[in-house]
Structures are given as structure tokens and as C-alpha cells.
């Protein structure tokens, strides 16, 4: 086992929270990833026409950074919980090279990103679209 698994193991088995900062990072990141998406599908849909500065500052701006904070909040969530340890990158290539796939890190990656989506949907939108 990798010593950052073994760091991990023993924290969990001791009872401290630890917030591992890449789980945190790879959370959040895939997160913007489905904000990204959601992006272009506004972009081809014709509701927005300009580039993505214009799309996170202009009309759309207002709403952009509450949309951030419910990024960032629910990745430190997650790596408080430890539910992002398993988009870990350290603790996946550790599991990896034990010789063993990690599907339900595999598995973890669509809903994370699906949940970008979703937020920015939810939280994204310009002065003329409905609530």
C-alpha cells in the first residue's frame, strides 16, 4: 500500500478529519468541468452568444458566484466527509497499483460532474430566462 493510503487509513481508523487538499482540488475541478458543460449547452442552444468571460461577468455574472461557493462548498463537504477520497488521484493510482480497479472511483466521476451541471444550471442564468 502507498504511504499516502496508509497516511489516509490510519487517520480514518484514529477518528481525525483530515481534508486531504488533492480530493478537495479533483472535486472541484470536475465539478467546473460540468459548469464548463453547461456552458456550451447554453452557448449552442442560442440563449447566450458571447465567450465564457462574458457568460461568468456580464448579465450572467450576478449569478456566477453564488454558483462558485455551491462548488466550493460542496467539494469541501465532500473531502471533509471523505466522499471525495475516491476521485483521489493519489489513493486511485495506490489502488491501481495494487492491481486492483477502482470502480466506484470510476463510477464517482459522472455524478461529480453531473453535479456542476446541475449547479450551474440551477444557479447560472440570465435576467430573461425563468426562474
Not at 462548488?71 to 463537504?77: A, E, I, M, R, V
Request: net charge negative; aromatic share 10%; charged share 10%.
Amino acid at each position: 500500500m502507498d504511504q499516502t493510503a496508509s497516511a489516509v487509513a490510519a487517520a480514518v481508523a484514529s477518528g481525525e478529519q483530515t481534508v486531504a487538499i488533492t480530493s478537495f482540488l479533483t472535486f472541484f475541478i470536475l465539478q467546473l468541468l460540468g459548469a464548463l458543460a453547461h456552458y456550451r449547452v447554453v452557448c449552442q442552444s442560442g440563449r447566450h452568444m458571447t465567450g465564457l468571460w462574458a457568460y461568468m461577468t456580464g448579465e450572467w455574472g450576478k449569478t456566477t458566484v453564488p454558483m462558485v461557493f455551491a462548488l466550493f462548498g460542496t467539494s469541501l463537504y465532500s473531502a471533509i466527509t471523505g466522499t471525495a477520497d475516491y476521485v483521489n488521484p493519489e489513493l486511485v493510482w495506490a489502488i491501481l497499483s495494487s492491481g486492483q480497479l477502482p470502480l466506484t472511483s470510476l463510477g464517482m466521476v459522472v455524478p461529480i460532474i453531473a453535479s456542476g451541471y446541475a449547479w450551474d444550471s440551477l444557479l447560472n442564468r440570465g435576467d430573461n430566462e425563468p426562474k
